[in-house]
């Protein structure tokens, strides 16, 4: 049973999501009409706090996020210091992260329709085009940990990037990132560093583990065949192939996302986040 605590002027009063590089809270606060107001409170995890590197990395992230103003990246509300630990206060989004639905939907034995799934990754690819633009020096800003656990969908059925951390890490830092995670990381990857590449590769194996892999997604008789060399080129291991840049791959996708069938979709993923979500508070 979690134990309400007090963090600055706010009240813990539930846990939402571990992230790679932080744990994700929940607030409330007293406006000044009397009215209870909801956040999410990130601070960042022990081993975090104790690096000096990673530490910056939350720092500049706060910063990124306060600059940022886009549909699918979450405002920050507030920072803060509390017993020398450090804290950001963010607007609380209702919804689940991709990682908590496909989880749902194989305890639930439910199975999405894949074109949802493929508007989700034109979304995500809207979003990467967006921090594209923004530069560090002469390179774009690269999300780069585009993954389940830090996309999450609200129940109106738009998609969220979370954590901007590793965006600011060099090349160096990342690698050291990629490598400590222990998954199978491309060579392709380690050898440009953070480039559009990251993410959009990233945003392929997204999409390519909703669908339930590659042989799925070869198997989906609903699929253009069109598409299904799109999501291919998308999960390149060579980097030969792999999309060059976000606003290239949100326009393949594109092509194949019927506008009377976008509505539906939206709304089926609505209906998934809405869904996780009431029973992530249920269990609480």
């Known amino acids: 049973m979690f134990v309400p605590f007090v963090l600055g002027k706010y009240t813990i009063v539930g846990r939402i999501r571990y992230g790679g590089m932080g744990e994700v809270l929940k607030a409330e606060s007293v406006t000044e009409d009397g009215a209870i107001a909801s956040w999410a409170v990130k601070r960042p995890l022990p081993t975090v706090r104790e690096d000096p590197d990673l530490?910056?990395?939350?720092?500049?992230?706060?910063?990124?996020?306060?600059?940022v103003k886009h549909r699918a990246i979450i405002e920050v509300a507030d920072v803060g210091v509390h017993k020398g630990i450090?804290?950001?206060?963010?607007?609380?989004?209702?919804?689940?992260?991709?990682?908590?639905?496909?989880q749902w939907c194989q305890q639930n034995d439910s199975k999405p329709r894949p074109e949802?799934?493929?508007?989700?990754?034109?979304?995500?690819a809207q979003a990467a085009e967006y921090l594209h633009r923004f530069k560090r020096g002469k390179r774009p800003l690269v999300h780069g940990d585009i993954r389940g656990a830090n996309v999450m969908i609200d129940t109106t059925?738009?998609?969220?990037?979370?954590?901007?951390?590793?965006?600011?890490?060099?090349?160096?830092?990342?690698?050291?990132?990629?490598?400590?995670?222990?998954?199978?990381v491309p060579p392709f990857l380690l050898d440009r560093g953070k480039t559009p590449e990251a993410d959009t590769f990233a945003i392929?194996?997204?999409?390519?583990?909703?669908?339930?892999?590659?042989?799925?997604?070869?198997?989906?008789?609903?699929?253009?065949?069109?598409?299904?060399?799109?999501?291919?080129?998308?999960?390149d291991r060579s980097g030969l192939y792999v999309f060059k840049t976000a606003r290239a791959m949100r326009s393949e996708i594109a092509g194949y996302l019927a506008a009377s069938k976008t509505k539906k979709m939206r709304s089926e993923l609505a209906r998934l986040a809405t869904e996780v979500h009431t029973a992530r508070v249920q269990s609480d």
């Open 116 to 124: 949802t799934w493929v508007l989700m990754a034109g979304d995500l």
């Open 157 to 184: 059925g738009e998609i969220r990037l979370l954590d901007l951390g590793v965006a600011l890490a060099d090349d160096e830092l990342y690698r050291r990132i990629l490598r400590n995670r222990g998954e199978e």
């Open 204 to 235: 392929g194996r997204v999409l390519v583990e909703c669908l339930g892999g590659m042989s799925q997604v070869e198997q989906a008789t609903r699929f253009p065949k069109g598409l299904v060399e799109v999501i291919k080129r998308s999960v």
């Open 86 to 102: 450090p804290y950001v206060v963010m607007e609380y989004v209702e919804g689940a992260t991709v990682q908590e639905i496909l």
């Open 55 to 67: 530490l910056g990395l939350f720092w500049r992230e706060t910063e990124l996020m306060q600059k």
